[in-house]
């Protein structure tokens, strides 16, 4: 499974616009790009999921470039309760069964 | 439409004893996966389940084992609980049927051992 890398943490104010990159150099052709959103001592809760291009849900957007050796999560207009761990993660498409490999995620603090 | 739940919620035990967590899974899943997770570290994958088999194994010792019923939902056991076994565990379902198949977690059950 491809390795992504992640800033460890970022900090933002309410309102502003948050957007987290992530990189997987090592991305696979049937590899899907997942990102999950975690408070403490909670499952990890599903935010969005692409392939290419971009992909827009009501929680947040997806921007994956041609290469697709990188995304970045753009979470519009954050409020405090944004605050929590955000995990990038790739595999495959139905290729045989999935084991999600978390790395230590970018925890985001968002201030008033 | 019922997310994925876990329980207990909280579990305190001694070392050396035996626990037992239980999942059940999305409605509509059919596969479930078992994750540790210890404070401050992302997830580490235990084990998958699919049509009652184990399918799939991270780097956990014997002592964790699991099992799935007809009814897709799945039990994690650990034998001879160590202290370095607290930690959050957490079940993910997912559907064999769909291309992506997108891990959905429940709540997660935390143990502590003492």
């Known amino acids: 499974l491809a390795k992504t890398t992640q800033p460890i943490s970022m900090d933002s104010y309410e309102g502003q616009e948050v957007n987290i990159t992530c990189s997987h150099n090592n991305i696979a052709t049937n590899d899907y790009i997942t990102w999950y959103q975690q408070f403490p001592s909670q499952g990890p809760r599903f935010i969005i999921q692409?392939?290419?291009t971009k992909v827009t849900n009501e929680v947040a957007s997806l921007f994956i470039p041609a290469d697709r050796k990188s995304s970045t999560l753009s979470l519009p207009r954050v409020s405090l309760s944004d605050t929590a761990v955000y995990y990038c993660l790739v595999g495959g498409m139905n290729t045989g069964f999935q084991k999600l490999v978390f790395g230590t995620g970018t925890r985001l603090l968002v201030s008033p | 439409d019922a997310g994925v739940t876990q329980s207990p919620t909280h579990l305190i035990k001694t070392r050396g004893q035996q626990v037992t967590l239980r999942c059940s899974p999305k409605s509509g899943h059919d596969t479930v996966s078992w994750y540790q997770q210890a404070l401050g570290q992302g997830p580490q994958f235990i084990f998958q389940y699919y049509e009652e088999e184990e399918r799939q194994r991270g780097n956990f010792p014997d002592r964790f084992s699991g099992h799935q019923f007809p009814n897709y939902s799945s039990e994690l056991n650990v034998n001879a609980l160590l202290l370095g076994d607290s930690a959050l565990y957490l079940c993910?379902?997912?559907?064999?049927?769909?291309?992506?198949?997108?891990?959905?977690f429940g709540p997660g059950t935390r143990l502590l051992v003492l």
């Open positions: 692409g392939y290419k």
């Open positions: 993910a379902s997912s559907s064999r049927d769909l291309v992506q198949e997108t891990q959905y």
